[in-house]
C-alpha cells in the first residue's frame, strides 16, 4: 500500500479520536469565581487605599457572626480614626459617638459595615470624596437612634410647687413610661384676691373655661395640671389634682402648674411665721 494511501477505517478511527478529545474539552467543568475578599483588600489597579471587606456573615455560627460584627466595626472605626495613615482620618469625637451608638446596637452592625464598604470603595476609586463619606459618618448616631428614646422618666423627682409661675421643670419621658405625679394636700393658697383658700385639688365650686390652660370638663381653677409634648409638638393639658397616674403615648416631655389664667395675684397661706408650699412628685408608678 502506498505511504499516502489511508484506509476508511483508519479515518473512522481518527475522527473518533478527535471527536473524543473534542467531547473532553467541552465537559470539562468552568473554574470556580474567585472566592470574595474578606478583610483589609484592594484591587490592583485603580484604588487608592484598602477598604475593609465584611465575611459572608450567613455562613458563621450566632457566636461566632456576633464576634465578626465587633470585629468588623473595630476595623472601619481603626480606619476612620485616621490609624491607617491612608489619608482618611474623622473628626474624634463623631467617630467616639458612631462607636457607642453603633455597639450599643449589635443588628445595625452588619448594614453599617456593608454601607460603609461601598462609600469606601467610591472614594478609593475617585468616584466621591472622603466628605461625602465622613457626612454619612457623622449622620449615624441620629440615623441609627431614630424613633428611640434615650431619656426614660425611670427616677424620682421632687420640687415645691410655684403657684406665680407657668409651666414649670421640663422632664422628658419616653413612650410607654407609666408615671405617677401628684402633690401634697394640706398646704393652701389663693389665685384671686377675695377667693376662697384651696389646694391642688382646686376650687371645686369654680369653673374653668375660657382662657384657662386646662379648660375641659374636669378641670378645676387652681388645680394642679400636666401639660405632654410630643416630640412631634403635639400638645396635651391633663387635670392632675391630687394625684395622677398616666401613660406616655408617645417620647416627649412633661410640665406642671396650677390651672390659673392670672398668676400675678397668686399667694400662699400664712399661718403665724411660716408658709405652706405644696411639694410635687414625679415618679414611675408601680
Not at 465584611?54 to 476595623?75: F, K, M, Y
Not at 472605626?77 to 489619608?87: F, N
Not at 384657662?212 to 370638663?217: D, G, R
Request: charged residues 20%; glycine residues 10%.
Amino acid at each position: 500500500m502506498a505511504l499516502n494511501s489511508v484506509s476508511p477505517s483508519s479515518l473512522l478511527w481518527g475522527a473518533g479520536l478527535l471527536g473524543f478529545g473534542l467531547l473532553s474539552v467541552a465537559c470539562k467543568p468552568p473554574a470556580p469565581p474567585p472566592a470574595p475578599p474578606k478583610g483589609w483588600y484592594k484591587e490592583p489597579t485603580g484604588w487608592k487605599f484598602e477598604c475593609y471587606h465584611p465575611p459572608d456573615w450567613s455562613s458563621l455560627q450566632e457566636t461566632d457572626r456576633r464576634v465578626a460584627r465587633a470585629e468588623a466595626v473595630s476595623e472601619i472605626i481603626s480606619q476612620w480614626s485616621g490609624k491607617r495613615e491612608d489619608g482618611i482620618s474623622f473628626e474624634t469625637q463623631v467617630v467616639e459617638d458612631v462607636e457607642v451608638t453603633v455597639l450599643g446596637r449589635p443588628d445595625s452592625m452588619e448594614g453599617v459595615v456593608a454601607q460603609n464598604l461601598e462609600l469606601c470603595r467610591k472614594v478609593s476609586t475617585g468616584q466621591a470624596d472622603a466628605d461625602a463619606w465622613y457626612s454619612w459618618v457623622r449622620s449615624l448616631p441620629g440615623k441609627l437612634t431614630a424613633g428611640e428614646c434615650m431619656t426614660p422618666l425611670n427616677y424620682t423627682m421632687f420640687d415645691y410647687l410655684e403657684i406665680g409661675d407657668g409651666w414649670q421643670r421640663a422632664l422628658p419621658i419616653c413612650k410607654g413610661n407609666k408615671i405617677r405625679i401628684w402633690a401634697t394636700t394640706q398646704d393652701k393658697f389663693r389665685i384671686t384676691d377675695k377667693g376662697p383658700w384651696i389646694t391642688v385639688v382646686g376650687d371645686p365650686a369654680g369653673s374653668a373655661t375660657g382662657d384657662y390652660p386646662c379648660n375641659t370638663e374636669n378641670c378645676k381653677p387652681g388645680q394642679l395640671i400636666m401639660r405632654f409634648k410630643s416630640e412631634a409638638g403635639v400638645e396635651s393639658i391633663l387635670p392632675v389634682g391630687a394625684e395622677l397616674i398616666w401613660e406616655a403615648p408617645e417620647n416627649g416631655e412633661i410640665m406642671y402648674r396650677i390651672n390659673d389664667n392670672t398668676l400675678y395675684d397668686n399667694i400662699w397661706f400664712k399661718n403665724g411665721g411660716i408658709t405652706d408650699h405644696a411639694a410635687v412628685t414625679v415618679e414611675p408608678a408601680n
